[in-house]
């Protein structure tokens, strides 16, 4: 089996298993006593490293797309006059 690191699914899926390890900690810490201090993070945790991962998936995929552009754009400038499948220059 190949893991695909790119794909939003796999990503997706790992914040699901992180989230509900986090809640069954906080479960098992607290020992479902909705009193304790620790309980107040059961939700807070979560949300914060979905927004976090978010913002950190928006960061890559505007990085890669700045970079794929630049690559673009290099390779362009380094082509031939002609060599573009195109007529060429004029004679």
């Known amino acids: 089996m190949t893991v695909n690191f790119r794909s939003r699914s796999f990503w997706m899926t790992v914040g699901h298993f992180a989230t509900a390890g986090w809640m069954g900690y906080a479960l098992w810490r ?25 913002a950190v998936a928006r960061i890559i995929v505007w990085a ?9 754009d290099r390779a362009a400038a380094q082509r031939e006059p002609g060599t573009d499948g195109g007529e060429g220059p004029p004679p």
Do not use: H, K, Y
């Open 64 to 72: 890669m797309a700045r970079n794929a552009q630049q690559e673009s």
């Open 30 to 54: 607290t020992g479902g006593n909705i009193r304790d201090p620790f309980f107040d993070l059961i939700f807070v945790v979560p949300l914060a490293g979905w927004i976090a991962g978010l």
